[in-house]
């Protein structure tokens, strides 16, 4: 298949167009002007998401697109209007990108989500996708708007969406909380985490992307959303211990009560940064796996030891899904110049 990939340069845009690469497909790669596109990928540039955004060029001869392009969540967001900027990226954006690939003939698009569109912290159990939607933030809010801006252009035209929404996603080069935690471990601080009882989903990105991988190959993924994960979910001290052992280095830890880590916690003015490090946050990928058949090619274990190691996670051996009737006939428009 000829694949589009938005967001192409980014952490997880850069894995994701190795691995489809590798399985055999036509990877064209989003580029914002200036920028280079990975290797073995044809470039597409465009200006910026939006609303207005032209996406013709680049959608031509397409079968299918993998959306990773975003206005990402932030700690300390300096827009005069955060929610209608990331609706104005996330939501209107996505909404031009799935009427333009509709009327181009693409036949289906994948839209990376997220697990904030149902919330910071799991009821006592891994979310489903049966959960009713209860985003925490401005960016949850608008990756829920973009989820039902897909499902209406989907009821109008007939492009198949896919949905995924991971949970935190690590791998060599990651940001966010995860390299706060990693440089934690680095510089041997001694933390009060030792009994951290709570349960956390996390996803390497070498699982995250051989999941979007079969997602756009696979027919029975049309329509459907999903929740992806490594398999095996951890305390924050059990996470700190395995990068500690990972590294070579001595986990310090030390005992307090939760309790009063949230109330200290709550008294800074940090209750946020309590929610992530000391409540549960889990997701249940039972659905991709029965319904597509998928596992993840590395364990909680091997993405951990690559992620310190700096190593790129090794393209996915996996061979793409039979594709279907549909798929095939999709594939050949594109090899013949649709």
């Known amino acids: 298949m000829r694949i589009l990939v938005t967001g192409a340069n980014g952490f997880v845009g850069r894995a994701l167009c190795a691995v489809l690469a590798e399985r055999g497909h036509l990877v064209v790669a989003v580029v914002r002007p200036g920028r280079a596109a990975p290797t073995r990928t044809e470039a597409a540039v465009v200006g910026d998401l939006d609303?207005?955004?032209?996406?013709?060029?680049?959608?031509?001869?397409?079968?299918?697109?993998?959306?990773?392009?975003?206005?990402?969540?932030?700690?300390?967001?300096?827009?005069?209007?955060?929610?209608?900027?990331?609706?104005?990226?996330?939501?209107?954006?996505?909404?031009?990108?799935?009427?333009?690939?509709?009327?181009?003939?693409?036949?289906?698009?994948?839209?990376?989500?997220?697990?904030?569109?149902?919330?910071?912290?799991?009821?006592?159990?891994?979310?489903?996708?049966?959960?009713?939607?209860?985003?925490?933030?401005?960016?949850g809010l608008s990756k829920h708007e973009a989820e039902m801006a897909l499902a209406a252009v989907a009821a109008a035209t007939g492009l198949e969406t896919v949905v995924v929404r991971p949970p935190l996603v690590y791998g060599p080069g990651a940001a966010g909380n995860f390299r706060v935690l990693l440089d934690a471990v680095r510089r041997g601080l001694p933390l009060p985490l030792a009994t951290v009882r709570n349960r956390r989903s996390l996803v390497f990105v070498g699982n995250l992307v051989d999941a979007l991988a079969l997602c756009a190959e696979h027919p029975a993924a049309a329509g459907r959303t999903f929740f992806v994960r490594d398999g095996e979910d951890v305390s924050t001290a059990q996470l700190f211990r395995l990068l500690a052992r990972a590294l070579g280095r001595p986990a310090r830890l030390w005992p307090l009560p939760p309790a009063l880590l949230r109330a200290a916690a709550t008294l800074l003015g940090r209750t946020a940064a309590a929610d992530r490090v000391l409540g549960s946050l889990q997701v249940d990928d039972g659905a991709l796996r029965l319904s597509l058949g998928w596992r993840p090619p590395f364990t909680l274990a091997e993405g951990l030891a690559l992620t310190v190691s700096g190593q790129p996670a090794p393209d996915s051996p996996r061979p793409p899904a039979t594709p279907s009737p549909a798929t095939s006939s999709a594939t050949h428009r594109s090899s013949s110049g649709r």
Request: glycine share 6%.
């Open 51 to 139: 609303g207005d955004t032209d996406w013709s060029k680049a959608l031509h001869g397409v079968d299918a697109v993998v959306h990773l392009a975003a206005r990402v969540h932030v700690m300390r967001d300096e827009a005069d209007d955060p929610l209608a900027e990331f609706r104005r990226v996330n939501v209107a954006g996505t909404r031009r990108l799935a009427e333009q690939a509709a009327a181009a003939g693409v036949r289906r698009l994948v839209f990376v989500s997220s697990v904030k569109v149902n919330g910071d912290n799991s009821p006592g159990r891994p979310f489903t996708d049966a959960d009713p939607p209860t985003p925490p933030d401005a960016y």
